[in-house]
């Protein structure tokens, strides 16, 4: 197949991006011809507040250049990720003159929350959904502490919502676990559109042969991350529970601190994939707090692959990708006594810890692999068959 693979670039690179890398090469390992159309939001400043709000909810030149595209290409599939906010839905407006489906994947809660988060005021927050207006969002200013720029995303929500876009546009939606479809659908979009399709990892890694000297943290610095929880459950343990930190964000300089006042606790800064790859082959589990709804974070992918257990917050898809006593523990988000304490048994139970270590490689290898990947998506364009669009004169 011809596949214009579609991303508009964040302006901090994070899991979305390296997300969009991924399918691209798995695209093309499995024979397809990939062309890629990108935007990137360094040009929003470039633009300004006006120009990129009129662009969030129409964008003449996404329009035009992918209408051309397609036209001229004979492409078979739009393969869409993240269109927000220089892309916009005008992308499936051209793929429809051009008679070209679109299958779109849901990698952040976009469509029904303006922060796309699902979380406000360090609390997970659902007003929004099932809302025609997204008028609480708006009054909180939950795009960027701004009701302005609030009221620019719900603009470009409603509109689309009232023409049908989301509804009558895109042949098929990706969500990447159950949790995250059941939102979609709450939100509106039609259930018989959405599919499953997780994250995976390319290439394998391969297992870890180290039981771990250490606990892992990777990620932003920041407390809907469940950074605050980590160090406080950190300082409720006692000596010889070695924590390494990786990432950037506005906590850092709390958590430099704390690395200075823990011998335990090692703030290590950002670092690059292979860093963290291999950080990964030498750590006995991996924690991740986050209080927010996750879609499915990448890193949890990479642990299993490497065959590290994941101690996660029990909630949202987390609850689902880390399977409580087999390839992870779970805790109460948010609560540091309870983290700390599932932190002080996997350390005291390295039997267990060892089974669920051969546990997470064989979920890994059954279900996150490129391989397994591009079946799904293979059954996604086959299903979609039967209601490709006709080009529009």
Same mark, same amino acid.
């Given at each position: 197949?011809?596949?214009?693979? %579609?991303?508009?670039?964040?302006?901090?690179r994070g899991?979305?991006? &390296?997300?969009?890398?991924?399918e %691209?090469?798995?695209l093309?390992?499995?024979?397809?011809?990939?062309e890629?159309?990108?935007?990137?939001?360094?040009?929003?400043?470039?633009?300004?507040?006006?120009?990129?709000?009129? #662009?969030? *909810?129409?964008?003449h030149?996404?329009? #035009?250049?992918?209408?051309?595209?397609?036209r001229?290409?004979?492409?078979?599939?739009?393969?869409?990720?993240?269109?927000?906010?220089?892309?916009?839905?005008? !992308?499936?407006?051209?793929?429809?003159?051009?008679?070209?489906?679109?299958?779109?994947?849901?990698?952040?809660?976009?469509?029904?929350?303006?922060?796309? !988060? !699902?979380?406000?005021?360090?609390?997970?927050?659902?007003?929004? *959904?099932?809302?025609?207006?997204?008028?609480?969002?708006?009054?909180?200013?939950?795009?960027?502490?701004?009701?302005?720029?609030?009221?620019?995303?719900?603009?470009?929500?409603?509109?689309h919502?009232?023409?049908?876009?989301? #509804?009558?546009?895109?042949?098929a939606?990706?969500a990447?676990?159950?949790?995250?479809?059941?939102?979609?659908?709450?939100?509106?979009?039609?259930? /018989?559109?959405?599919?499953?399709?997780?994250n995976?990892?390319?290439?394998?890694?391969?297992?870890?042969?180290?039981?771990?000297?250490?606990?892992?943290?990777?990620?932003?610095l920041?407390?809907?991350?469940?950074?605050?929880t980590?160090?406080?459950?950190?300082?409720?343990?006692?000596?010889?529970?070695?924590?390494?930190?990786?990432?950037?964000?506005p906590?850092?300089e709390?958590?430099?601190?704390?690395?200075?006042?823990?011998?335990?606790?090692?703030?290590?800064?950002?670092?690059?994939?292979?860093? $963290?790859?291999?950080l990964?082959?030498? &750590?006995?589990?991996?924690?991740?707090?986050?209080? %927010?709804?996750?879609?499915?974070?990448?890193?949890?992918?990479?642990?299993?692959?490497?065959?590290?257990?994941?101690?996660?917050?029990?909630?949202?898809?987390?609850?689902?990708?880390?399977?409580?006593?087999?390839?992870?523990l779970?805790?109460v988000?948010?609560?540091?006594?309870?983290?700390?304490?599932? $932190?002080a048994?996997?350390?005291?139970?390295? $039997?267990?810890?060892? &089974?669920?270590?051969?546990?997470?490689?064989? /979920?890994?290898?059954?279900?996150?692999? &490129?391989?397994?990947?591009?079946?799904?998506?293979d059954?996604?364009?086959?299903?979609?068959?039967?209601?490709?669009?006709?080009?529009?004169?």
């Amino acid at each position: 197949m011809k596949i214009l693979a %579609v991303h508009n670039r964040y302006l901090w690179r994070g899991g979305e991006d &390296a997300s969009f890398e991924a399918e %691209v090469a798995m695209l093309r390992m499995h024979g397809h011809l990939v062309e890629e159309y990108l935007e990137d939001n360094r040009r929003v400043e470039s633009l300004g507040r006006l120009r990129t709000a009129a #662009r969030t *909810v129409w964008s003449h030149e996404t329009y #035009r250049r992918v209408r051309d595209i397609l036209r001229d290409g004979h492409h078979d599939l739009v393969y869409a990720q993240n269109t927000f906010p220089l892309v916009s839905p005008s !992308l499936y407006y051209a793929a429809r003159v051009a008679g070209v489906p679109v299958i779109q994947t849901l990698r952040n809660y976009r469509l029904m929350c303006l922060n796309g !988060l !699902l979380f406000r005021d360090g609390k997970i927050c659902e007003e929004c *959904v099932g809302k025609a207006v997204p008028w609480p969002g708006i009054m909180h200013g939950c795009y960027r502490d701004s009701r302005a720029a609030s009221a620019a995303v719900a603009a470009m929500l409603v509109t689309h919502r009232l023409l049908g876009t989301f #509804r009558e546009r895109v042949g098929a939606y990706v969500a990447l676990t159950e949790f995250c479809r059941d939102k979609f659908i709450e939100g509106g979009l039609p259930a /018989e559109l959405i599919s499953i399709k997780p994250n995976f990892v390319d290439p394998d890694p391969g297992a870890s042969a180290d039981p771990g000297q250490y606990a892992l943290y990777v990620g932003r610095l920041s407390r809907e991350k469940g950074l605050d929880t980590l160090l406080a459950a950190w300082a409720r343990l006692g000596p010889g529970h070695p924590l390494k930190i990786v990432g950037d964000g506005p906590l850092a300089e709390e958590v430099a601190r704390a690395a200075a006042g823990s011998p335990d606790v090692e703030c290590l800064g950002p670092r690059t994939s292979a860093e $963290v790859r291999e950080l990964l082959q030498g &750590a006995k589990f991996l924690v991740f707090p986050s209080r %927010v709804f996750e879609n499915f974070p990448r890193i949890i992918v990479e642990a299993f692959a490497t065959g590290v257990p994941v101690i996660a917050s029990r909630h949202g898809s987390m609850s689902l990708i880390v399977e409580d006593g087999a390839t992870g523990l779970h805790f109460v988000p948010g609560d540091a006594a309870d983290l700390g304490a599932k $932190v002080a048994w996997a350390w005291a139970h390295a $039997v267990e810890i060892d &089974a669920m270590r051969h546990r997470a490689r064989e /979920e890994y290898l059954m279900h996150y692999t &490129a391989d397994a990947s591009h079946r799904i998506l293979d059954r996604i364009i086959s299903s979609m068959a039967t209601r490709s669009p006709s080009p529009v004169s």
